[in-house]
Nanobody, 124 residues
Framework: VQLAESGGGLVQAGGSLTLSCAAS??????????MHWFRQAPGKEREFVAAIIRNDGSTYYSDSVKGRFTISRDNVKNALALQMNNLKPEDTAVYYC????????????????WGKGTPVTVSS
């Protein structure tokens, strides 16, 4: 299984970035997995950012990113994206793509597969 993130980088506060995740080798069809983004800032625990479920595409966000970030998926291309707008210095972290079969979860312990992460740095 491979979840490959891309799109991270350095951006000024107030700017935008779009992260992408390409999935391959999953045991079941990509469309059966709830897909997530988590992030981990230096010295902090990995935390939930956003999730999108397999069926109707319903989305879920942490309070800290709600209204600024948008998660989306393409079940034909086996791809996940995270559009991040109005970025803040506190958004600085390594962002991870994550997959969980069936239901979504905000708990990192419930995740089945992780990518290696892509770093995002927001300067003030």
């Amino acid at each position: 299984v491979q979840l490959a993130e891309s799109g991270g980088g350095l951006v000024q506060a107030g700017g935008s970035l779009t992260l992408s995740c390409a999935a391959s080798g999953l045991t079941f069809s990509f469309s059966l997995y709830a897909m997530h983004w988590f992030r981990q800032a230096p010295g902090k625990e990995r935390e939930f950012v956003a999730a999108i479920i397999r069926n109707d595409g319903s989305t879920y966000y942490s309070d800290s990113v709600k209204g600024r970030f948008t998660i989306s998926r393409d079940n034909v291309k086996n791809a996940l994206a995270l559009q991040m707008n109005n970025l803040k210095p506190e958004d600085t972290a390594v962002y991870y793509c994550a997959a969980r079969l069936s239901m979504w979860s905000s708990k990192k312990e419930a995740i089945n597969y992780w990518g290696k992460g892509t770093p995002v740095t927001v300067s003030s």
